[in-house]
T-cell receptor
Framework: DVKVTQSSRYLVKRTGEKVFLECVQD?????MFWYRQDPGLGLRLIYF???????EKGDIPEGYSVSREKKERFSLILESASTNQTSMYLC?????????????FGPGTRLLVL | AQKVTQAQTEISVVEKEDVTLDCVYE???????LFWYKQPPSGELVFLIR??????QNEISGRYSWNFQKSTSSFNFTITASQVVDSAVYFC?????????FGKGTMLLVSP
């Protein structure tokens, strides 16, 4: 069974705080992704990583950074949280088979920045 | 550029009705994958199906079926005899080099 976990389901932070969102998969997946989901905008890709210490910007990287020190863990960092970063954050990793690739998602973190 | 359009923002049906969710995509790639995901109120995205661009066979899985038509760039999803548990937001997505482009989702409300 493909299992992606995220450190928190709900998080409340104050403007200016540094925020860490953690994502873990124990299936030795190479590719991992961070998305944010907002009403009316769907899912938008923030950052992704192809391997340890590698990262690529997605469509909306501004205001975020990431860290991939170990293969199983991909962290999203909000250096100085702002109210417009209140959102649902979803992490995913890729499962590869002979039939192709599929992204499997974690349960999501609902972040409220006050 | 890749684009996925789900024109239906919200659909409401009564239990046991059939319902079709539309998905139209744009891509210049000749090889690509299409996906459908379900997001129930709990928030987690659940993978439903992946379709390779070379495989235009329709697929049926229980009450779910998918109609892929390359000629019209569409990948529609039909739920037969809908149930209250089908209430969710459904996303269509298109892949390119392992990244996904999502549509904005269709919220399906099935009432008893």
């Amino acid at each position: 069974d493909v299992k992606v976990t995220q450190s928190s389901r709900y998080l409340v932070k104050r403007t200016g705080e540094k925020v860490f969102l953690e994502c873990v998969q124990d299936m030795d997946h190479e590719n991992m992704f961070w998305y944010r989901q907002d009403p009316g905008l769907g899912l938008r890709l923030i950052y992704f990583s192809y391997d340890v210490k590698m990262k690529e910007k997605g469509d909306i990287p501004e205001g975020y950074s990431v860290s991939r020190e170990k293969k199983e863990r991909f962290s999203l960092i909000l250096e100085s949280a702002s109210t417009n970063q209140t959102s649902m954050y979803l992490c995913a990793s890729i499962f590869r088979s002979r039939a192709g690739e599929t992204q499997y998602f974690g349960p999501g973190t609902r972040l409220l920045v006050l | 550029a890749q684009k996925v359009t789900q024109a239906q923002t919200e659909i409401s049906v009564v239990e046991k009705e059939d319902v079709t969710l539309d998905c139209v995509y744009e891509t210049r790639d000749t090889t690509y994958y299409l996906f459908w995901y379900k997001q129930p109120p709990s928030g987690e995205l659940v993978f439903l199906i992946r379709r390779n661009s070379f495989d235009e066979q329709n697929e049926i899985s229980g009450r779910y079926s998918w109609n892929f038509q390359k000629s019209t760039s569409s990948f529609n999803f039909t739920i037969t005899a809908s149930q209250v548990v089908d209430s969710a937001v459904y996303f269509c997505a298109l892949s390119r080099y392992s990244t996904l482009t999502f549509g904005k989702g269709t919220m399906l409300l099935v009432s008893p």
